[in-house]
Every structure is written in C-alpha cells, then in structure tokens.
Nanobody, 125 residues
Framework: QVQLVESGGGLVQAGGSLRLSCAAS????????MGWFRQAPGKEREFVAAISRSAGSIYYADSVKGRFVISRDNAETKMFLQMNSLKPEDTAVYYC??????????????????WGQGTQVTVTS
C-alpha cells in the first residue's frame, strides 16, 4: 500500500530554516505529482506547494512564495520542502500528499488521496 512518511519538523526561531522530507513507497513515485499541505491549530488544511512528476511545473501558495522551495528526487522516491525565513504564522503540522491519479499535479486538497502522518513545525517569535 502507499506510504508517505514526513520528517524534518521541529522548533525554530523566526527567520530560521527547516527542511522537510517525504519518503514515498508503494507507488510509482516518478509518475505522480506531489504536494505539501499544512494545518494550523483551529484552521483548515491548506495548500503549500506542489511539484509535477518531472519537476517541470512547480506551484506555491502566495503565503510561502519566495521563502519555500519544493523539490523531489525520483531515484530516491523522496520529496522535500526547504523552508526559509520562517514566520510564526508558518506554525502548523505539515503533510505530504499524493493525488488520486498519476500524471496530475492538483492544487486542491480534495484531489489528493494519499497522506502522510504529518510533521510538526513550530516557529517562535
């Protein structure tokens, strides 16, 4: 079965950086677009970034554009999220996700079928 495992979360001061990783198994990773989402306490889960199967197309939420960088390594079946210039409002549980259909890179949460367990990111002021 499909398994997505996030790692790399933690506690960081505002202005700092973290690098999240997502290790995927149970799917042909190289033919799936992938996405990062986050959910802050009391808020709905929201889109952060997405990357197409070959990394030819990349998308960011406006709130993270210019600060976060999404990437992937198809040989290692991993996806990454480099988070720079972190702000307290970036505090959330971060999830990696794979869509229901291969060869797609959706931006909507409802189009993603497979989810990791999440990793906590806490940014202090």
């Amino acid at each position: 079965q499909v398994q997505l495992v996030e790692s790399g979360g933690g506690l960081v001061q505002a202005g700092g950086s973290l690098r999240l990783s997502c290790a995927a198994s149970g799917l042909t990773f190289s033919i799936y677009g992938m996405g990062w989402f986050r959910q802050a306490p009391g808020k709905e889960r929201e889109f952060v970034a997405a990357i197409s199967r070959s990394a030819g197309s990349i998308y960011y939420a406006d709130s993270v554009k210019g600060r976060f960088v999404i990437s992937r390594d198809n040989a290692e079946t991993k996806m990454f999220l480099q988070m720079n210039s972190l702000k307290p409002e970036d505090t959330a549980v971060y999830y990696c996700a794979a869509p229901q259909y291969a060869h797609t890179t959706p931006l909507s949460l409802r189009d993603y079928k497979y989810w990791g367990q999440g990793t906590q990111v806490t940014v202090t002021s």
